[in-house]
């Protein structure tokens, strides 16, 4: 059975750094994308980061750049989203995706950890 379960989540004052934590399990990351995605109320879904697990290539939206690295621990098989300098706009439920492929035909998603950023 495939889970993917998020853990870090929490209240931070901006500027501060959370690590989100994504442990998969029922699956192994080769030939997977795996994906962080973010929803605050009211807003659509969106793609935070992206990692391909074949080749370890990244993406990230733009408004993260350059302070979320997304990784992966192979030896835990765990998806890490370091988040550095947060801001309020960063608040949202923080989903993990697994994407079989990338292709958007298998997908998996974890329940969601809350992410508040506020002082």
């Known amino acids: 059975q495939v889970q993917l379960v998020e853990s870090g989540g929490g209240l931070v004052q901006p500027g501060g750094s959370l690590r989100l934590s994504c442990i998969a399990s029922?699956?192994?990351?080769?030939?997977?994308?795996m994906n962080w995605y973010r929803q605050a109320p009211g807003k659509e879904r969106e793609l935070v980061a992206h990692?391909?697990?074949?080749?370890?290539?990244?993406n990230y939206a733009d408004s993260v750049k350059g302070r979320f690295t997304i990784s992966i621990d192979y030896v835990k098989n765990t998806v890490n989203l370091q988040m550095n300098s947060l801001k309020p706009e960063d608040t949202a439920v923080y989903y993990c995706?697994?994407?079989?492929?990338?292709?958007?035909?298998?997908?998996?998603w974890g329940q969601g950890t809350q992410v508040t950023v506020s002082s």
């Open positions: 990692i391909f697990s074949t080749d370890g290539s990244t």
């Open positions: 029922g699956f192994f990351f080769s030939r997977y994308a």
């Open positions: 995706n697994a994407d079989y492929l990338g292709t958007g035909n298998l997908v998996y």
